[in-house]
């Protein structure tokens, strides 16, 4: 089967095309002829060398991966032909395994390509502000890249809450996105502190969540805009570098702060992970939510794709079609 490799650890260039054995499902395992793969920030991390615990090379990155079983494993109660997407490892493939409670149903509604921008963001967004953040309709909530995967994923999230949604973003496109998606106040942080912003329009008061998926700076500059009492999540580093936690401001401001990894989340607890799947698709079914789809890329066209994401020209979710 067609693949992509991970030789080394380095920039986009070494993502290679590659011939595979086809992969054969264990027990409790199933296999995908992908039509969809999504594309993560962790999947460029890993690719760096810069993601704790991530595979070492020679490996297939890719988290995610839609299309339709085409073998099953001992002890899967599914049927070869459903359509499905998964969690898994080596999703940038013809073909994936997956753990069996690990996959979800594909309505005929949804295209390979939006499901493969669900899992990842969908639950890492719910858990973020529900699971986590506690978040209500009386509650203000600041989503960083707020037009990016798990950004469009929670910015829908918490404005069917019908909680007061601040964004950032870096460019007039993508506040648009935001806006459109339910973000009340949209913050260019390329032309303006995000935490001065966020002081004007909350009369000094602050927000009382913020997602912070950025790290470095974006989180030190954060702990300014939470309201005393208020909760701080963060799900990733995607400027690269992870952020600091000040122990005196938190503990002057009465704040909390939280870490959210949702492979950790799924080894560890995925009760508490999956809980939110029957909810969240019975959203997406009602068109209560929508899966932003940004760009396509060919698997081949797989190093493109990830320096269009590290070039912060993306708008929602950028998926490969092997």
Request: aromatic share 8%; charged share 20%; with cysteine.
């Amino acid at each position: 089967m067609r693949a992509i490799e991970v030789p080394e650890y380095g920039d986009a260039a070494v993502l290679t095309p590659t011939e595979r054995e086809l992969p054969e499902p264990g027990p409790g395992e199933l296999r995908i002829a992908v039509e969809a793969a999504g594309i993560n920030f962790a999947d460029i991390m890993q690719r760096r060398g810069q993601y704790p615990g991530g595979p070492a090379p020679p490996y297939v990155p890719g988290m995610e991966a839609a299309g339709s079983i085409d073998a099953i494993g001992e002890g899967v109660d599914r049927s070869v032909g459903d359509r499905v997407v998964a969690m898994t490892t080596g999703g940038y493939a013809e073909y994936a395994v997956a753990p069996a409670g690990a996959v979800f149903d594909v309505p005929v509604s949804m295209s390979f390509e939006e499901a493969a921008g669900f899992p990842v963001q969908f639950l890492t967004a719910y858990a973020s502000l529900f699971t986590l953040g506690d978040l209500t309709a009386e509650d203000s909530v600041l989503i960083h890249a707020a037009a990016g995967g798990v950004g469009t994923a929670a910015t829908q999230l918490a404005a069917n809450a019908n909680a007061t949604v601040f964004g950032t973003a870096s460019t007039s496109e993508k506040l648009e996105l935001a806006d459109k998606l339910g973000v009340d106040h949209p913050i260019n942080y390329t032309e303006t502190a995000f935490d001065d912003e966020i002081s004007n329009l909350t009369d000094q008061s602050g927000v009382d969540l913020i997602l912070d998926g950025v790290g470095g700076a974006t989180t030190t500059a954060s702990f300014d805009c939470l309201s005393p009492f208020g909760t701080l999540v963060a799900f990733g580093a995607a400027s690269g570098q992870p952020g600091a936690v000040d122990t005196g401001t938190i503990l002057f401001n009465n704040a909390s702060v939280y870490g959210f990894h949702l492979g950790q989340s799924m080894q560890h607890n995925p009760e508490r992970v999956l809980q939110s799947v029957p909810e969240l698709t019975e959203l997406l079914l009602d068109g209560e939510l929508s899966v932003i789809v940004g760009e396509t890329f060919d698997l081949d066209a797989v190093e493109a794709a990830h320096e269009y994401i590290e070039d912060r020209r993306s708008v929602g979710k950028v998926v490969l079609q092997p």
